[in-house]
């Protein structure tokens, strides 16, 4: 039981690519018994190599073996490890990756594709399901008539696969294998506000919650931009905070646009200038 790895390398590594992880397999995070993959000769950015199939959900990362011995773990965003997919993967699959990317793709074998379609268009399969039932109560009347004629892959079709064709058979999983963006990574979205209308201006008050902005120079940390009918307000802390208001009731004078931070009462105050001094019954259009 074995599937193909592929590592694709921007640029040429210092050294050859391994694969290490807390798998027996690979050397339980010992890089000198991790298993290293070769170099393909008709793609040089391109490592491959057989390796058993581990634990799912085992963690791993890839590793440059440089001359002298010292080797170089790849980079992940939080100096996270990978993880093997527990779904999707079987014996002669490929995952494919990139190094220093957290994204995975898993390419189905063509004996796993084939043996999907043949398993799963045998009419006898739909017994007890609801397309069945519907078949049974409403005969030739039945939404789905057009299901009940017996049909089977002879056993010596040949079953055609590959992008874009549809062979039938259990869903097969693409991709995995996505680290979770980091704090630094991640926005909020502030969806809670009030507004009051003025003669020429309107001001709209955003509550922010306690903590989120600090005490000593909280404007540093804000951030607004103001369009002639849009404001978008960033909160650069972690998770990063943001606030967009499209369609407004009307057009703004953007240079006389202001936003004032109140850090001892946890809001923001947007103070957005009217181009022309008229009532707004709404804040936005629809």
């Known amino acids: 039981m074995s599937l193909e790895f592929e590592v694709s390398f921007e640029g040429v590594p210092n050294g050859d690519i391994a694969v290490v992880g807390s798998d027996a397999t690979l050397g339980e995070w010992d890089p000198s018994k991790g298993t290293r993959l070769v170099r393909s000769k008709e793609e040089p950015s391109v490592w491959r190599g057989m390796i058993a199939l581990p634990t799912p959900e085992s963690e791993f990362k890839l590793v440059i073996f440089e001359a002298g011995g010292n080797f170089e773990w790849e980079q992940l965003p939080s100096n996270a490890n ?48 609801a397309l069945q039932e519907n078949l049974d109560r409403k005969g030739e009347n039945a939404y789905y008539f057009a299901h009940s004629r ?76 103001f369009s002639m009918t849009q404001v978008d307000l960033t909160i650069n802390c972690k998770p990063r905070r943001r606030l967009r208001i499209d369609k407004l009731n009307g057009e703004l004078s953007t240079d006389k646009c202001a936003a004032r931070v109140e850090a001892h009462k946890n809001r923001i105050v947007l103070q957005l200038a009217k181009k022309r001094e008229t009532a707004w019954y709404n804040l936005t259009k629809k």
């Open 82 to 129: 990978r993880v093997f997919p527990s779904r999707g993967v079987h014996n002669g699959c490929g995952l494919r990756m990139k190094f220093g990317v957290p994204r995975i793709e898993i390419k189905a074998s063509a004996e796993h594709i084939e043996a999907n379609a043949r398993a799963t268009r045998k009419i006898d399969e739909r017994q007890g399901s």
């Open 150 to 225: 017996s049909f089977e892959v002879p056993p010596d079709a040949k079953v055609i696969s590959g992008p874009g064709l549809i062979t039938g058979g259990a869903p097969v999983l693409l991709e995995a294998g996505r680290v979770l963006d980091s704090e630094e990574d991640r926005t909020v979205w502030l969806k809670d506000y009030s507004w009051s209308d003025g003669t020429n201006k309107v001001k709209v008050y955003v509550p922010i919650s306690e903590g989120v902005l600090p005490s000593e120079n909280p404007d540093g940390v804000v951030e607004c931009e």
